[in-house]
T-cell receptor, first 115, second 120 residues
Framework: EAQVTQNPRYLITVTGKKLTVTCSQN?????MSWYRQDPGLGLRQIYY???????DKGDVPEGYKVSRKEKRNFPLILESPSPNQTSLYFC??????????????FGEGSWLTVV | AQKVTQAQTEISVVEKEDVTLDCVYE???????LFWYKQPPSGELVFLIR??????QNEISGRYSWNFQKSTSSFNFTITASQVVDSAVYFC?????????????????FGQGTTLQVKP
């Protein structure tokens, strides 16, 4: 079954304590990305990766890092979380192709609260 | 710049009423894709439909229908005979068009979302 798996699904953490949200896909997709969802703002892209070892900033990258050492994994790292990073996070993946209409698969979301 | 606007923040209807969720987009690209997603209270994003910019035919899937009009840059979503289970946040989204492989960010541009509440 095609899946994008995120962990943890729910997390409450404290300001400044480094955390990593993992994302793994089983579809051999080249492209992966992270979004955050905030009320009234919809979803905004944080980082994306076109392939292994190729990552780039999205619209709201401040305070986040990513890595893409393996094709299937794309972890989101918060080195020093702050309360304004409290949000719902989604990982997404899709295959390359000549069209951006390729199906985009989303993970189930990770609810992160920073106190 | 590309943008998606869902002007309706919240809509409340009574069960069995029809409801239309509006979506207006802006893009300079001639090739693009439009999407609708449903987000139930559990939080996951459920894919509803994808439409490419060259296909303006309306689509119907059960109680759901979509009206794509390039002339007004709109991609509206109608639920007929709404049910309580339709209560959710609905997002409209636009994909960037590809401008050569090196500049393909693959980003989806989302609207702000419309919260639909269907009361029994």
């Amino acid at each position: 079954e095609a899946q994008v798996t995120q962990n943890p699904r729910y997390l409450i953490t404290v300001t400044g304590k480094k955390l990593t949200v993992t994302c793994s896909q089983n579809m051999n997709h080249e492209y992966m990305s992270w979004y955050r969802q905030d009320p009234g703002l919809g979803l905004r892209q944080i980082y994306y990766s076109m392939n292994v070892e190729v990552t780039d900033k999205g619209d709201v990258p401040e305070g986040y890092k990513v890595s893409r050492k393996e094709k299937r994994n794309f972890p989101l790292i918060l080195e020093s979380p702050s309360p304004n990073q409290t949000s719902l996070y989604f990982c997404a993946s899709r295959s390359h192709g000549t069209t951006l209409g390729n199906t985009i698969y989303f993970g189930e979301g990770s609810w992160l609260t920073v106190v | 710049a590309q943008k998606v606007t869902q002007a309706q923040t919240e809509i409340s209807v009574v069960e069995k009423e029809d409801v239309t969720l509006d979506c207006v987009y802006e893009t300079r690209d001639t090739t693009y894709y439009l999407f609708w997603y449903k987000q139930p209270p559990s939080g996951e994003l459920v894919f509803l439909i994808r439409r490419n910019s060259f296909d303006e035919q309306n689509e119907i899937s059960g109680r759901y229908s979509w009206n794509f009009q390039k002339s007004t840059s709109s991609f509206n979503f109608t639920i007929t005979a709404s049910q309580v289970v339709d209560s959710a946040v609905y997002f409209c989204a636009l994909s960037e068009a590809q401008r050569g492989r090196s500049s393909n960010t693959g980003k989806l541009i989302f609207g702000q979302g419309t919260t639909l509440q269907v009361k029994p």
